[in-house]
């Protein structure tokens, strides 16, 4: 990275699914991070799954599918 460049760096990240969903696996690849230097990708690199996320349970499973779904209305209106 040329010195002073720092600030012109930016990361962004492409998920392989449009949403992820438990159970994952540590060191499972669910996307790509990309650096980018001037709007110019200077590198990519996989998105990592760092710890296990189990399934819920039950109702944890039911707030989050009512919890998506709201998002999936309404959340437009706040993005």
């Known amino acids: 990275l040329p010195k002073g460049q720092l600030k012109n760096l930016k990361a ?9 969903t438990a159970p994952l696996e540590k060191g499972q690849v669910v996307g790509t991070i990309d650096f980018k230097l001037n709007d110019k990708t200077i590198e990519q690199r996989p998105l990592i799954v760092m ?9 944890s499973r039911m707030i989050d599918f009512v919890l998506m779904k709201l998002h999936g209305w309404f959340g437009s209106w706040f993005s």
């Open 12 to 20: 962004s990240y492409t998920l392989n699914q449009p949403q992820l």
């Open 51 to 59: 710890e296990p996320v189990k399934e819920g349970g039950f109702f």
